[in-house]
DNA sequence: CGTACTGTTGACACAGCTCAAGACAAGTGG
DNA sequence: CCACTTGTCTTGAGCTGTGTCAACAGTACG
């Protein structure tokens, strides 16, 4: 029973000034303690499991949208794709993630796996039924329907405002924020560079060169390709706030 | 009651294929026929009128998030700033929309006046309140968070991956489906261009010519400098969408 | 008719993009 | 276990779109 949850590292614990600010305990917000215990088991029940594989897509853009998805496991992309193969990644979700909740009758992106996922399926309808017997389950989505907003907002900042080393900085804060530290300081990194620079509004070579000029500053390391260690997250938290 | 939403004109006519998908009839979801009726009359009856003159802030990010708006006349923009002076505009907000609803305990944007504005000002708790009573108001904001959420991640995508050619048309094409046409072809521009500039991620300088450059191509005309004349709406059009 | 503000245009610089070559990693089949 | 292939990542060299800086033109207002 979302077990996912329960091992799932505490967020960075000296991150306050991030560009990010850090909403609440937002990985615990849902499923756990006291009311919510119920809302959970009355999702549960509605909800069947999936299995998808890296690289498949979930649902298309304009696809209508009668399912809702939550991660279980594995990390997911929310994606809009322009005619000449442009793409820029709105989002990432994670393990405890809501995918599509109240979207309307349309998904307005494209969901796809960045690795193999592991997904809750809830159809649209019964969620909106639940949401009316259970004013608290609304209220919860809402509130994770808000801080989507606010992440967006920032994201915001970042394409139309930061630099590149500005944005690398950012999206790694982000990647701690989320989903934490592995071990010690070293950070799992899931998607691969090209999902970076298509969040981040770059090139592949920009960020690749971005982690490099960071690591010869020793302000992380690279052990491998699909983790960093993050050396100096305040140079980082400096970086991202604009102070350079 | 609401004057400002009928004398509202249309949407483009011929708008299908934008880069920002139109929502249904966005300028009349509130405010008119059948049953919304009741929920206008009651959203009235807490609200009080506010004037901002141009260039006043309405509320501070960080600030607790006390009261609700709703754009009478005039236009605001919300929007983020950066330590540095650096700005993003997310959004503009035009007569009939709505502002900071349903947003969390705590403004996570500044709103600002582009012009002289008329605002209504509704109380946060009485808007609760109200969408406890009456679901059909809180749907209603529900759609309009919805459509939010839409034209952000529509945003996302300018500012990451398009030119200052195709972020220019879009932003006009989002100009023309949200305010209309003044008169024949001629478009209303409230805001400066150092706030076109920080909405699209761009320099004042570069917002200017592009449009020079636009001119010159007989796309638009610049009969002064709040208002411009679209020539070749389909130009736009296809610029927006990357075919070029 | 100044004064202040906003918008426009030009010349140049540079951050990040493009193109290209090579390094590394993960399979896959023998 | 080793070739071999394939895909991803990294680095270099040069180019270009957009930013920066500066001058000037409109426009509004007292």
Redesign the interface.
Known sequence: MFASEAVRPAAASSSQPLAW?VIGTRRTMIGTSSGAENDVRALQQIGTKLRVSRGKTIFNEGDPAENAYKVVNGTVRLC?H???G???I?QFAFPGDFVSF???SEH??TAEAVTDVVLMCYPQRQIDQLG?QK?SVRDRF??L??Q???D??????V???QTAKERVASFLLMLLERIGFEEDDILDVPMSRQDIA????LTIETVCRTLSDLKRAGVIDIPNQRQLQLLDVEALQSLA???D
Chains 1, 2 share one sequence.
């Open positions: 600010p809009k322009m005619a000449d442009r793409r820029q709105a109240m979207e309307g307005n992106f009316v004013p809402l509130t329907m808000c989507r907003v606010c967006m907002q920032n994201l915001l900042m394409l139309g405002r298509d969040n981040l509004g706030a604009g102070e």
